[in-house]
């Protein structure tokens, strides 16, 4: 599916990473979903302690990472990662990442920026894997992750599909999530995506 992107919609995303100061807008933005996006990002019905669930996305540490899209500061789409507790001594460090963005802003490419960030700062932060389920209805992820060229690292598992992405070492950019020893300022990056 090609969908043409609002470049207006673009160009206006701030994008940075979130602080625990965030916890009230990520419990919102996860409260505002209608059930057919829950359903998507939850496989299932919608968590009880959406508290308890913004507070962990907005936790910046090794194995935490997350970034919000706000638009006029008001948060649109989060894309996070953690890093498995099973993993502590393991070679090839990995995380597992999901994608949430409101419904209005869906397929105007700030899911694509948000992803491209997130893997901008695995990389910057070592993760040398990053991995995902998918619902295999989920069409606009599966959207995303064509654009990004990654079709083939989903395999398929019932009814949902595995992404096992492998980073390579080149491309890195600049540390979008490095902490809370950071202000907010330090790390915006301010978009312009364009058509695609």
């Known amino acids: 599916m090609n969908v043409i992107r609002s ?11 979130l602080e625990s100061t965030d916890s009230a807008a990520v419990q919102d933005l996860h409260e ?5 996006d829950a359903y998507m990002r939850f496989f299932g019905a919608r968590p009880k302690h959406f508290e308890d669930l913004a507070e962990s996305l907005c936790r910046q540490d090794p194995g935490h990472c997350a970034l919000g899209a706000f638009i006029g500061g008001i948060l649109v789409g989060v894309a996070n990662y953690v890093s ?3 993993q502590a001594h393991n070679d090839s460090p990995l995380v597992e990442f999901a994608l949430v963005v409101k419904h209005p802003y869906q397929s105007h490419g700030i899911g694509t920026m948000l992803l491209n960030r997130l893997v901008e700062a695995a990389r910057a ?3 040398r894997r990053m991995t995902a389920e998918v619902l295999v209805e989920n069409s606009l992820m599966l959207e995303v992750l064509r654009d990004q060229g990654w079709s083939h690292a989903l395999r398929r598992h019932g009814t949902t599909l595995h992404l ?7 491309g890195a950019h600049a540390d ?3 902490g809370p020893h950071r202000s ?3 790390d915006v990056t301010r978009s312009d995506v364009g058509l695609h």
């Open 184 to 186: 907010a300022d330090d």
């Open 125 to 127: 932060h070592g993760v």
């Open 164 to 170: 096992d992405l492998e980073l390579d070492a080149g």
């Open 7 to 17: 470049r207006a919609v673009t160009n206006s995303v701030l994008v940075r990473y």
């Open 32 to 36: 505002q979903l209608d059930q057919h």
């Open 176 to 178: 979008i999530c490095s």
């Open 84 to 86: 498995p507790s099973d």
